[in-house]
């Protein structure tokens, strides 16, 4: 499994654009990049997944260099309820388990 | 489908006790994985099956956690003798194949071991 770094934490303010962004060096030619949101309380829930270039769902879009080694998620005018914990993972259909990093809490103030 | 439920929501037991959580995967899945949750070590993966069968037990902190899928509708975590540092949130989720995506998880069990 390639490994992925992102930061720790974000702070952001309500009605502005989020930009989470991911490393992954040793992407393989068959991972997909994939994104899970964890609210407080909760298990962690899909929110995106890309392979390259852009790809964007009601809920937030995903930019991906033509490298792929790195990725940005990206989400439009949060409120307070964005607030969670963001976690980067990259694998392919063979990958066989999730593992999960560190994640990156975003705190939205108002 | 009500996703995967998970039971108790919270419990509180004494430190030597045996502890049983229960998971209800979505019908149709063929995978099930259980996830332990901390604020020092985040979600570690603990275990996983497939068709009812464990296929990765290598997150299992020691021979006190064991799990069991008897049945696709079924799996339980039991922790026997229980102790203050398995204290955690624990996750199941289910996922029809495996890779990155369409992984449902339940709402988890709070476990408190005093």
């Known amino acids: 499994l390639a490994k992925t770094t992102q930061p720790i934490s974000m702070d952001s303010y309500e009605g502005q654009e989020v930009n989470i962004t991911c490393s992954h060096n040793n992407i393989a030619t068959n991972d997909y990049i994939t994104w899970y949101q964890q609210f407080p309380s909760q298990g962690p829930r899909f929110i995106i997944q890309g392979y390259k270039t852009k790809v964007t769902n009601e809920v937030a879009s995903l930019f991906i260099p033509a490298d792929r080694k790195s990725s940005t998620l990206s989400l439009p005018r949060v409120s307070l309820s964005d607030t969670a914990v963001y976690y980067c993972l990259v694998g392919s259909s063979n990958t066989g388990k999730l593992i999960f990093g560190q994640g990156t809490t975003l705190q939205v103030k108002p | 489908d009500a996703g995967v439920i998970q039971s108790p929501r919270h419990e509180v037991t004494e430190m030597g006790q045996e502890v049983t959580l229960r998971c209800k995967p979505i019908s149709g899945h063929d995978y099930l994985f259980w996830y332990r949750q901390t604020m020092m070590r985040g979600l570690e993966l603990l275990i996983y099956f497939n068709n009812n069968v464990p296929i990765d037990d290598s997150g299992m902190p020691e021979d006190r956690f064991s799990a069991k899928m008897p049945n696709a509708s079924f799996s339980t975590l039991k922790i026997q003798p229980s102790e203050p540092r398995d204290s955690a949130v624990y996750f199941c989720?289910?996922?029809f194949g495996t890779g990155t995506i369409g992984y449902t998880f339940g709402s988890g069990t709070r476990l408190t071991v005093v």
């Open positions: 989720a289910s996922s």
